[in-house]
């Protein structure tokens, strides 16, 4: 690798970033054109990428990355295979369409700029995911796709729908990649690295280790819910209410393949085992589905896409769980058509909705001679998503049925549900791509256009990929495919389908595809209704159910809130003194630490007089009916606590004391005065009863406390220090003055800042009662 | 006597909870005074007694003698008094002020900041 290699890598990786911190300033600059500059971002990192083509085909591998925590062993680090190129350069690759095509519909929307930011955002993320080693790295990254992904649905944050949509994603994927994260610290544990490059080579480790169930049943509810297997599948669809350029970047090409890229990725380590192989091919089988039925029951073209993207979701992760190695090549050569074909659909929905101003499938026709450019890229991706030859999609499909069909139980069952769910796929390809543009001309809300050239760039491109991949087929196979498969099985593996039908029994199953597809396609709208009658009849689905555990939580957060905040000072208080008292006791009874008999010495007769008198100031607080009363009592217990003080040697406080105690009740009768209150408030029996017991516990807790505290040997270090220094060093012989004005003077002047803040506080609490009292006369 | 000016100290504390446990604000800033003359008993009790001598240090000797009073927890006490009349005086403003707005000084009808009929927040998005 040459010098300073990696540190171009980085560049690349983090270019998106700092596009989308300048995507703002260029959209005020140049308008919705800064599209055309912004593209070069994702188009310096694609041809960044596309540089490692050919050492990585040789079967190497680009790392790099530099040190994060080392102590704890982890790295900013990336490690780029087969695998994690080919998704680098489908996100970057369809990043430059998808920026030009954003450029073209949101043409106009004053937040133009703000999309292009959360676009190249996710860019960024989405980049950084693949390629990421280290588990904390791919972690951060698959959570900043969430939250992305939240800030691109909610986009249109006025309306309910988008807002909803935002946060059933958020709340789907994000909560998703805690248990990814759970799954990557068991992983961690279990084999001891936080690299994904040495995980590789620990898969018997991993297989073999107790927690291997645990482990991977966290990280599929991690990939499960990012790739929208059901019933996690709802927010998909839902998700649509982004703006379509969203819809076709994150929520068909890359984002949701982030959870495929993740079993892919894990393959080698804890792929293969009967646990595997069961579960992603029935939850696959059963997305595939469910996915391709309700799509044809949608009149919505978005929505009909979106619930085949949940459909080709699905056959990815049968084909990843089917474990086969041909099922690889499939899942690989599928990944790869679909991204290509549906990206290109998504943006040819968007592009029909911006011409004519609905996507309503029952409400266009005849847009053949209005959108001609259009219709093209929408052919020829319907093509490819048919599987026809010569297309891209046709090899996937006869990999696909050369890796399932067998003399098996297994393999005919999951032959039949892969038939099945392409034909029906087969047909929402040409409602989506024949549909709106043959028949009559119908009547649209807007005057029928062709779109400009920033929205046909990218399908047309897009499209046309899908034809050319198809037609180098070999060339494609060895620089793309093939290195992806090996990085993928972990092992040297060479894809040979090519576009020219041969045959045999996948030839059959694609010709069965066929005809089963094109019924589907004749009998759409009757199929339509027989489907949503069926569904009607199922009840409501996990959609709803998500927003009953929302209110649910919400309420259950409410009565919550309400129970531990009633809003009354005195509970708050009651629980406070409670927990004081308990945390004083329990310690002393639970450990055994209630001290032992005091020793009652019998006091003196001034200290003796002077403690009852303190007592008695008290009890006439206490027991003081009207508050006048309580507050001159209040003066007795303070004086006798100074007179305390200056028996005990502490003439000091007890002058400070005489004066404080002399004020507060100055100030306090004065206050009194000016409040014109009933005299007595007096409370009811049962809150004395509960309030005294709480008070008692906490005299009793303190006095338990004090007792054990001077029963041991005294540490008379700090007195001695200062009583041994305060003359020979800071030069005073009053010993508290010393400690107070020197040894600890910065605690003085904090002291000093504290009385200076209550001060103006209380001058500000004044002045504002009278600009009141002035602005309201 | 340290178990004596325990018991006191305890004393004190029940005394300023049970007060400041009072609906009425008057009664809880008088149950605060009382909580910072009993924090102050705790510290001179947790540095223990010396009767009479207080920690000055003659003419002509260089240190403190042996009998004299320990000095910290004197200057921590002095120190606390001071704040704890900051405290009250703040509170005593405060009290007045929020009486003065309100109306009440008992504090189950302040519920200027939860109020008692607070509506429920939305249940979504």
Same mark, same amino acid.
């Given at each position: 690798m040459i010098a300073g290699a990696a540190d171009l890598t980085f560049l690349a990786l983090s270019l998106p970033f700092v596009a989308a911190c300048l995507a703002p300033v260029l959209f005020r600059l140049f308008g919705h054109r800064a599209a055309w500059?912004? =593209?070069?971002?994702?188009?310096?990192?694609? %041809?960044?990428?596309?540089?490692?083509?050919?050492?990585?085909?040789?079967?190497?591998?680009?790392?790099?990355?530099?040190? /994060?925590?080392?102590?704890? *062993?982890?790295?900013?680090? /990336?490690?780029?295979?087969?695998?994690?190129?080919?998704?680098?350069?489908?996100?970057?690759?369809?990043?430059?369409?998808?920026?030009?095509?954003?450029?073209?519909?949101?043409?106009?929307?004053?937040?133009?700029?703000?999309?292009?930011?959360?676009?190249?955002?996710?860019?960024?993320?989405? %980049?950084?995911? #693949?390629?990421?080693?280290?588990?904390?790295?791919?972690?951060?990254? /698959?959570? %900043?796709?969430?939250?992305?992904?939240?800030?691109?649905?909610?986009?249109?944050?006025?309306?309910?729908?988008?807002?909803?949509?935002?946060?059933?994603?958020?709340?789907? !994927?994000?909560?998703?990649?805690?248990?990814?994260?759970?799954?990557? $610290?068991?992983?961690?544990?279990?084999?001891?690295?936080?690299?994904?490059?040495?995980?590789?080579?620990y898969g018997e480790v991993v297989k073999a280790s107790p927690y291997y169930l645990a482990a991977l049943l966290l990280v599929l509810v991690g990939a499960f819910t990012k790739s929208a297997q059901f019933p996690f599948h709802v927010w998909l669809p839902n998700a649509m209410e982004a703006p379509t350029p969203v819809s076709a970047y994150l929520h068909s090409a890359t984002m949701v393949k982030a959870g495929v890229y993740l079993l892919m990725r894990l393959y080698p380590a804890m792929g293969g085992t009967p646990v595997w192989e069961i579960l992603l091919p029935v939850f696959g089988g059963g997305t595939l589905l469910t996915g391709a039925l309700m799509a044809l029951r949608q009149t919505d073209l978005k929505l009909m896409l979106a619930y085949t993207t949940v459909a080709s979701l699905g056959l990815l992760v049968l084909l990843v769980g089917f474990g086969s190695p041909y099922a690889i090549e499939a899942a690989v050569l599928y990944l790869v058509g679909h991204s290509l074909f549906k990206g290109a659909l998504f943006m040819v929905a968007g592009a029909i909705d911006h011409g004519t101003g609905t996507r309503d499938l029952t409400r266009l026709g005849g847009l053949r001679r209005a959108m001609p450019v259009t219709f093209a890229a929408a052919l020829l991706a319907a093509l490819s998503m048919a599987g026809l030859p010569p297309f891209?999609?046709?090899?996937?499909?006869?990999?696909?049925?050369?890796?399932?069909?067998?003399?098996?139980?297994?393999?005919?069952?999951?032959?039949?549900?892969?038939?099945?769910?392409? =034909? $029906?796929?087969?047909?929402?390809?040409?409602?989506?791509?024949?549909?709106?543009?043959?028949?009559?001309?119908?009547? !649209?809300l807007k005057h029928p256009h062709e779109a400009p050239a920033l929205m046909w760039i990218g399908p047309l491109v897009l499209a046309l990929a899908g034809l050319a991949a198809a037609l180098v087929s070999t060339a494609f196979h060895a620089a793309i495919s093939s290195p992806m498969?090996?990085?993928?099985?972990?092992?040297?593996?060479?894809?040979?389908?090519?576009?020219?039908?041969?045959?045999?029994?996948?030839?059959?199953?694609?010709?069965?595809?066929?005809?089963?597809?094109?019924?589907?396609?004749?009998?759409?709208?009757?199929?339509?209704?027989?489907?949503?009658?069926?569904?009607?009849?199922?009840?409501?689905?996990?959609?709803?159910?998500?927003?009953?555990?929302?209110?649910?939580?919400? =309420?259950?957060?409410?009565? #919550?809130t309400r129970f531990v905040q009633p809003?009354?000072?005195?509970?708050?208080?009651?629980?406070?003194?409670?927990?004081?008292?308990?945390?004083?006791? $329990?310690?002393?009874?639970?450990?055994?630490?209630?001290?032992?008999?005091?020793?009652?010495?019998?006091?003196?007769?001034?200290?003796?007089?002077?403690?009852?008198?303190?007592?008695?100031?008290?009890?006439?607080?206490?027991?003081?009916?009207?508050?006048?009363?309580?507050?001159?009592?209040?003066?007795?217990?303070?004086?006798?606590?100074?007179?305390?003080?200056?028996?005990?040697?502490?003439?000091?406080?007890?002058?400070?004391?005489?004066?404080?105690?002399?004020?507060?009740?100055?100030?306090?009768? $004065?206050?009194?005065?000016?409040?014109?209150?009933?005299?007595?408030?007096?409370?009811?029996?049962?809150?004395?009863?509960?309030?005294?017991?709480?008070?008692l516990g906490c005299g009793l807790g303190l006095t338990l406390l004090l007792l054990k505290a001077t029963e041991g040997v005294f540490d008379t270090a700090l007195g001695d220090f200062f009583g041994s220094y305060s003359k020979v060093i800071a030069h005073g012989a009053n010993v508290v003055n010393v400690i107070i004005v020197d040894f600890r003077g910065t605690d003085t002047l904090g002291e000093i800042a504290v009385v200076l803040a209550a001060g103006m506080a209380i001058l500000a609490l004044i002045r504002l009662g009278k600009t009141q009292k002035q602005s309201g006369k | 006597m340290e178990a004596w000016f325990s018991l006191l100290a305890g004393l004190f504390f029940a005394a300023a909870v049970y007060l400041i446990?009072?609906?009425?604000?008057?009664? !809880?800033?008088?149950?605060?005074?009382?909580?910072? *003359?009993?924090?102050?008993?705790?510290?001179?009790?947790?540095?223990?007694?010396?009767?009479?001598?207080?920690?000055?240090?003659?003419?002509?000797?260089?240190?403190?003698?042996?009998?004299a009073a320990n000095p910290l927890p004197q200057a921590l006490i002095l120190t606390a008094i001071v704040i704890s009349f900051s405290l009250f005086a703040f509170l005593l403003v405060l009290a007045y002020r929020a009486y003065r707005v309100l109306g009440t000084d008992d504090t189950d009808r302040m519920r200027f900041a939860e109020p008692v009929d607070e509506p429920a927040p939305p249940k979504g998005y």
């Amino acid at each position: 690798m040459i010098a300073g290699a990696a540190d171009l890598t980085f560049l690349a990786l983090s270019l998106p970033f700092v596009a989308a911190c300048l995507a703002p300033v260029l959209f005020r600059l140049f308008g919705h054109r800064a599209a055309w500059l912004l =593209a070069l971002a994702p188009a310096v990192s694609f %041809l960044h990428l596309a540089g490692f083509i050919a050492e990585v085909a040789r079967g190497e591998t680009v790392t790099g990355g530099y040190a /994060w925590v080392p102590s704890y *062993n982890l790295s900013f680090s /990336w490690y780029i295979d087969g695998l994690a190129l080919v998704f680098g350069l489908l996100i970057t690759g369809i990043g430059v369409l998808v920026v030009l095509y954003a450029g073209g519909y949101l043409k106009g929307h004053p937040q133009q700029g703000r999309f292009f930011s959360f676009l190249m955002m996710f860019m960024g993320a989405m %980049l950084g995911l #693949v390629v990421s080693d280290s588990f904390l790295m791919l972690f951060v990254f /698959w959570e %900043l796709t969430s939250i992305t992904s939240f800030l691109l649905i909610g986009f249109d944050h006025e309306r309910p729908a988008a807002r909803r949509a935002a946060l059933q994603a958020l709340l789907v !994927t994000g909560g998703g990649g805690l248990f990814l994260l759970a799954g990557l $610290l068991m992983i961690w544990n279990i084999a001891d690295v936080t690299q994904m490059s040495l995980l590789l080579s620990y898969g018997e480790v991993v297989k073999a280790s107790p927690y291997y169930l645990a482990a991977l049943l966290l990280v599929l509810v991690g990939a499960f819910t990012k790739s929208a297997q059901f019933p996690f599948h709802v927010w998909l669809p839902n998700a649509m209410e982004a703006p379509t350029p969203v819809s076709a970047y994150l929520h068909s090409a890359t984002m949701v393949k982030a959870g495929v890229y993740l079993l892919m990725r894990l393959y080698p380590a804890m792929g293969g085992t009967p646990v595997w192989e069961i579960l992603l091919p029935v939850f696959g089988g059963g997305t595939l589905l469910t996915g391709a039925l309700m799509a044809l029951r949608q009149t919505d073209l978005k929505l009909m896409l979106a619930y085949t993207t949940v459909a080709s979701l699905g056959l990815l992760v049968l084909l990843v769980g089917f474990g086969s190695p041909y099922a690889i090549e499939a899942a690989v050569l599928y990944l790869v058509g679909h991204s290509l074909f549906k990206g290109a659909l998504f943006m040819v929905a968007g592009a029909i909705d911006h011409g004519t101003g609905t996507r309503d499938l029952t409400r266009l026709g005849g847009l053949r001679r209005a959108m001609p450019v259009t219709f093209a890229a929408a052919l020829l991706a319907a093509l490819s998503m048919a599987g026809l030859p010569p297309f891209f999609g046709f090899l996937a499909k006869e990999e696909i049925y050369l890796a399932l069909a067998a003399g098996n139980l297994r393999s005919i069952l999951f032959t039949i549900v892969a038939v099945a769910g392409n =034909a $029906l796929m087969f047909a929402a390809a040409f409602a989506v791509a024949l549909k709106p543009f043959l028949g009559e001309s119908r009547q !649209t809300l807007k005057h029928p256009h062709e779109a400009p050239a920033l929205m046909w760039i990218g399908p047309l491109v897009l499209a046309l990929a899908g034809l050319a991949a198809a037609l180098v087929s070999t060339a494609f196979h060895a620089a793309i495919s093939s290195p992806m498969a090996s990085a993928v099985r972990g092992e040297a593996t060479a894809i040979a389908v090519g576009p020219m039908p041969h045959v045999g029994l996948p030839l059959a199953l694609s010709a069965a595809t066929i005809l089963l597809g094109l019924a589907a396609y004749r009998l759409l709208d009757r199929l339509r209704d027989a489907l949503a009658r069926f569904f009607q009849a199922l009840g409501p689905g996990p959609d709803q159910g998500f927003d009953e555990v929302l209110e649910a939580l919400v =309420a259950c957060a409410v009565k #919550v809130t309400r129970f531990v905040q009633p809003g009354r000072l005195d509970i708050y208080l009651s629980v406070t003194f409670a927990a004081v008292a308990a945390v004083l006791l $329990l310690p002393l009874f639970l450990w055994g630490e209630a001290p032992s008999e005091p020793a009652f010495a019998w006091p003196s007769l001034s200290e003796l007089a002077m403690l009852l008198i303190a007592v008695i100031g008290l009890a006439a607080v206490l027991v003081a009916v009207d508050r006048l009363t309580a507050i001159v009592a209040l003066g007795i217990q303070g004086f006798a606590v100074a007179v305390l003080f200056l028996l005990f040697g502490a003439p000091d406080l007890a002058f400070t004391q005489f004066m404080i105690e002399t004020l507060s009740v100055v100030i306090l009768a $004065l206050v009194m005065t000016r409040l014109r209150l009933h005299a007595s408030d007096r409370r009811p029996a049962g809150q004395r009863l509960a309030d005294g017991a709480v008070a008692l516990g906490c005299g009793l807790g303190l006095t338990l406390l004090l007792l054990k505290a001077t029963e041991g040997v005294f540490d008379t270090a700090l007195g001695d220090f200062f009583g041994s220094y305060s003359k020979v060093i800071a030069h005073g012989a009053n010993v508290v003055n010393v400690i107070i004005v020197d040894f600890r003077g910065t605690d003085t002047l904090g002291e000093i800042a504290v009385v200076l803040a209550a001060g103006m506080a209380i001058l500000a609490l004044i002045r504002l009662g009278k600009t009141q009292k002035q602005s309201g006369k | 006597m340290e178990a004596w000016f325990s018991l006191l100290a305890g004393l004190f504390f029940a005394a300023a909870v049970y007060l400041i446990l009072s609906k009425h604000l008057i009664r !809880t800033l008088i149950g605060i005074v009382l909580l910072g *003359n009993a924090v102050n008993l705790t510290l001179l009790v947790a540095g223990r007694l010396t009767r009479e001598v207080p920690p000055i240090i003659a003419d002509g000797l260089d240190r403190l003698p042996g009998n004299a009073a320990n000095p910290l927890p004197q200057a921590l006490i002095l120190t606390a008094i001071v704040i704890s009349f900051s405290l009250f005086a703040f509170l005593l403003v405060l009290a007045y002020r929020a009486y003065r707005v309100l109306g009440t000084d008992d504090t189950d009808r302040m519920r200027f900041a939860e109020p008692v009929d607070e509506p429920a927040p939305p249940k979504g998005y």
